[in-house]
């Protein structure tokens, strides 16, 4: 990866590609960087993360995200479409437009491809103990309520071009795929494939979801990390995933860590009161949640195994108290699975 920061940041400081444009996708203003000296000033890019699924760098008010070799630049193209879709604007951070001749000209120059997004303020480690899980389950009920046009999902016919479905159950397939790739040998390899095989085809995007619902704009990869602060306010970033589908799969994750353990039951009645009190439409009405949560859940609790053994195996690192409680999950839903039988692909 220190080949492509240098590659990426080089670019950046010569000025290939990737003007810095005045206004974001919804016509917005760019903040300014505070930094800057004045408009004559050339911004230094800083890389502010480097992981394996991506690198961002900051470019003065701007932040410039590389995405994942394995990125589909239509399908990117696709999201980002739905992520500046009007009754989105003050849900998620829109996009800033770049011209397709610069955004070639990056990926020519990097191999990879990349969009640019305003610069915002992250929930820092500081606040954690005190994380907005409201303020989160209240922009996942209003992005679940963005109005969407005409349009097909997954290239299937309709009006208009077609939606990119939500990306949540094809992450749960690659995380294995990364989990057998990384770490073939360990016994926790197999604690969680095992999990893995009693999820039903659909929650790993192997075949169609059942009807669930009416589907929904849907980020796909919810958690505190996508929450930003921009213009005062809190929105959501990172629409890797962002698609159409069942917006259950938003509350997938804190639902699959309250079951494990990780995240208190005061916290878990919080987030799921502040969503339904939204109007958020992903569970029904008076009715128990876990009828819809329980598959979702249990995806995401082999998701967050298989990429917490991946991780600890790439950097040869023990795995930490979050991981096992992750890995005692899947131990549960296997033994579960074999009692009830309910684990038809």
Known sequence: MAA??????????DGAGLPLPATTATGHPVPADPSDDGPAAVPDP???A?????LVVRFGGLVVKVHDPSTDPLLLAARLRLAALPGARDVLVPPVPVAAAALAEFTARTGRVASVWPAGVPLSAEELDEAPWEQGAVLLARLHAVPLPRGAVGG??????????VGAPARVRRSIERLRGSAPCRPETALVTEAYETLPRWAVGEAPAPDGGRPALTH???HLGQLLRLGGRWRLIDVDDLGV?????????PAAWFAVGVLGPDVWRRFLHSYVSAGGTALPSGADPWARLDVPARAMTVQTAAVAVAHATELDEPLDDVALAFLDGCRRITRDNGRSGSGER
Do not use: C, E, M, Y
């Not at 492509?4 to 400081?13: D, E, F, H, Q």
């Not at 480097?50 to 991506?54: E, I, L, N, P, T």
């Not at 589908?245 to 994750?253: E, I, S, T």
């Open 4 to 13: 492509l920061r240098t590659l990426v940041v080089g670019t950046l400081r």
């Open 46 to 48: 800083q890389v502010i």
């Open 50 to 54: 480097d992981r394996r699924d991506g």
């Open 156 to 165: 299937s016919a309709g009006h208009g071009p077609p939606h990119p479905p």
């Open 220 to 222: 796909g990869d919810w």
């Open 245 to 253: 589908g069942d917006p259950v799969w938003d509350l997938a994750r």
